[in-house]
């Protein structure tokens, strides 16, 4: 079991930056692929980015691309999501999640999940 506890969503101006963090407690957090996902009202969820369980590895969101990073501190049990030059359309619900499996972008491969955390970006 894996408990997951996302912080650092707020309000931001277009063309701010955001760094989100989740905090992963429970069964060992380097073994697990680390994934953060969004969800705007009446949209479906959708893949942002994920990081390999050594870290050296990432894949992102077309939609995110070149502009937010994905990073985890194994020694601290967390990742970290840096989301740079935000836009109105990035306005959602962040979530953190952990898989055991790579290079899988649907929310049905990934077992844990956060509370998530709100990101509301004015234009």
């Known amino acids: 079991q894996v408990q997951l506890v996302e912080s650092g969503g707020r309000l931001v101006q277009a063309g701010g930056s955001l760094r989100l963090s989740c905090a992963a407690s429970g069964r060992i957090f380097s073994s697990y692929v680390m994934g953060w996902f969004r969800q705007a009202p009446g949209k479906e969820r959708e893949f942002v980015a994920s990081?390999?369980?050594?870290?050296?590895?990432?894949l992102y969101g077309d939609s995110v691309k070149g502009r937010f990073t994905i990073s985890r501190d194994n020694t601290k049990n967390t990742v970290y999501l840096q989301m740079n030059s935000l836009r109105p359309e990035d306005t959602a619900v962040y979530y953190c999640?952990?898989?055991?499996?790579?290079?899988?972008?649907?929310?049905?491969?990934?077992?844990?999940w956060g509370q998530g955390t709100q990101v509301t970006v004015s234009s």
């Open positions: 990081i390999s369980q050594s870290g050296r590895t990432t």
């Open positions: 999640a952990a898989s055991t499996y790579w290079g899988v972008t649907s929310s049905t491969s990934y077992n844990y």
